[in-house]
């Protein structure tokens, strides 16, 4: 069995610990909180059977294979780097970090220390995400000059919470904005240009974006980003020859339209056999096994390229974090 210790006990820890126990080979072994309350409830519902009242406990547990982060996006560097430090490898929930400079940090640890970690953009790892590769990889749709890509949502304004607080790491671009900046790097690499637009809100933080990222050959994405709009959350990949949409939500896909033009429209129905976080969980135990220090479909220098790209978008906004001054 593959021993996960949890750092953290809230939505997306649940969501994690759900798509573990649809593994064969995977365990939640142990989760830590910053209350023992909060840690023993999720190790109830969630059968872990070693509850810890702090992160620092669970980190120096020595039976873990891998940790999954799972604090609001500011925690994310120091409490890798408290695992990486105590020996562990660490899957960290996106967005990596705040900011290029503490992903550096994290990065150089973990290879200093020659321990795996990885973002977790759980999307990658889907079924339908892998099979989207295959096609563009094919050739099929030919050369790719326009991706457009959206991810929005309608969330009530309450400057408390993490999505708004800017002491949180708040806004749209660290929360969605990097599954479309992830999505675009995964189809088109690093771009050479980027232009953008956002309207900060009341808290201060990007509630609307609209990116343009331009390419060394031509081709453009073009990226909208919301937190008080909900948007069809679609990823459109037009080519030369043809065109590829992912279905339902390109950042959670289990279906895909290709259209070659000349032909009859093909509807690719890809079931997520899980909640996904199966798919991700079960990619970090195969190259934890295989002694791999990172994962060929996310790897480290991409997620740093994607961090960089985020705070050029911040600077052109003049978005900077109180913990960044
Ligand atoms: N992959 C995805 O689909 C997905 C979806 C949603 C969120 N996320 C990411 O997951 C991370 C957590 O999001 P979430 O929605 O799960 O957040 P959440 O429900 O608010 O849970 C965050 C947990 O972090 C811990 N924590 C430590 N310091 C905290 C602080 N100062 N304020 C609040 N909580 C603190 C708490 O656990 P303890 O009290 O047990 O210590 C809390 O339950 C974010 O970085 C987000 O981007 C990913």
């Known amino acids: 069995m593959f021993r996960w210790g949890i750092i953290s006990t809230g939505r997306i820890a649940n969501d994690f610990a759900v798509g573990v126990s649809q593994l064969p080979d995977a365990t939640v072994l142990a989760v830590g909180s910053r209350t023992q309350q909060a840690a023993d409830a999720f190790g109830d519902r969630h059968s872990a059977e070693r509850r810890y009242d702090s992160y620092e406990a669970l980190a120096a547990d020595p039976d873990l294979d891998a940790i999954y982060v799972a604090t609001p996006h500011p925690f994310h560097a120091p409490n890798c780097i408290t695992c990486l430090e105590a020996g562990v490898a660490v899957l960290c929930e996106k967005p990596f970090t705040i900011n290029a400079a503490e992903l550096e940090q994290v990065v150089n640890l973990a290879r200093e220390k020659g321990l795996f970690l990885?973002?977790?953009?759980?999307?990658?790892?889907?079924?339908?995400?892998?099979?989207?590769?295959?096609?563009?990889?094919?050739?099929?749709?030919?050369?790719?000059?326009?991706?457009?890509?959206?991810?929005?949502?309608?969330?009530?304004?309450?400057?408390?919470?993490?999505?708004?607080?800017?002491?949180?790491?708040?806004?749209?671009?660290?929360?969605?904005?990097?599954?479309?900046?992830?999505?675009?790097?995964?189809?088109?690499?690093?771009?050479?240009?980027?232009?953008?637009?956002?309207?900060?809100?009341?808290?201060?933080?990007?509630?609307?974006?609209?990116?343009?990222?331009?390419?060394?050959?031509?081709?453009?994405?073009?990226?909208?980003?919301?937190?008080?709009?909900?948007?069809?959350h679609q990823a459109v990949i037009n080519g030369t020859l043809g065109r590829i949409t992912m279905h339902p939500q390109y950042w959670f896909p289990q279906r895909i339209t290709l259209e070659v033009y000349g032909r009859e429209t093909s509807v690719m129905e890809i079931p997520m056999n899980g909640n996904g976080f199966n798919?991700?969980?079960?990619?970090?135990?195969?190259?934890?096994?295989?002694?791999?220090?990172?994962?060929?479909?996310?790897?480290?220098?991409?997620?740093?390229?994607?961090?960089?790209?985020?705070?050029?978008?911040?600077?052109?906004?003049?978005?900077?974090?109180?913990?960044?001054?």
């Open 118 to 232: 990885m973002e977790g953009m759980w999307s990658r790892f889907m079924p339908a995400t892998r099979k989207l590769r295959e096609l563009l990889a094919s050739g099929v749709i030919g050369d790719i000059n326009i991706v457009d890509i959206d991810f929005g949502f309608r969330a009530p304004f309450n400057p408390q919470h993490r999505l708004f607080a800017p002491e949180l790491g708040g806004g749209a671009l660290l929360d969605i904005g990097i599954y479309s900046l992830s999505f675009a790097s995964m189809v088109l690499g690093k771009p050479q240009r980027v232009l953008s637009m956002a309207h900060l809100g009341e808290s201060g933080v990007d509630e609307n974006a609209a990116i343009i990222l331009g390419y060394e050959s031509g081709a453009l994405t073009t990226i909208n980003t919301a937190i008080r709009t909900t948007t069809p």
């Open 279 to 325: 798919h991700e969980a079960a990619e970090v135990a195969r190259c934890v096994r295989n002694g791999q220090l990172e994962s060929e479909i996310m790897p480290l220098d991409e997620s740093l390229e994607l961090m960089r790209t985020m705070d050029e978008l911040r600077g052109q906004w003049g978005l900077r974090y109180p913990m960044e001054d």
